[in-house]
């Protein structure tokens, strides 16, 4: 049998994804933490983010890393530099 449909009040949605921006704890972390879906929690984070842009009046690419997560931002854009270099050295090896 299925379980039941949790139900979740902004006001805990809001603190959840709070957590997640002021912590820089990793989503999947903090979901753990609430005894929550990893899934749900990333939902709420990408919501966020798109008020966020339609705010600033931008779209969700272009709105900095560093505006919504800034505790993360790092993490990310060291993630973003390992993947740049790695895609050079393939292209070194088949340049061979």
């Known amino acids: 049998m299925a379980e039941a449909r949790q139900k979740f009040d902004e006001d805990f949605k809001q603190g959840a994804v709070r957590l997640v ?5 990793p989503i999947a ?9 990893g899934s749900t929690l990333g939902y ?8 966020l842009a ?3 009046g931008t779209t969700q ?4 890393i560093g505006e ?7 993490t990310a854009r060291s993630s973003a530099s ?15």
Do not use: D, Y
């Not at 709420?44 to 008020?51: F, G, I, K, L, N």
């Not at 690419?61 to 900095?64: D, Q, S, T, V």
């Not at 390992?82 to 061979?96: C, F, I, Q, V």
């Open 21 to 25: 921006r002021e912590t820089g704890k």
């Open 29 to 37: 972390q903090v979901a753990r933490e609430l005894g929550i879906n």
């Open 44 to 51: 709420w984070c990408a919501q966020e983010r798109r008020r």
């Open 54 to 56: 339609a705010a600033k």
């Open 61 to 64: 690419r272009r709105l900095a």
């Open 68 to 74: 919504m997560f800034p505790h993360g931002a790092a």
């Open 82 to 96: 390992r993947a740049e270099a790695g895609l050079h050295r393939s292209t070194a090896s088949t340049a061979r």
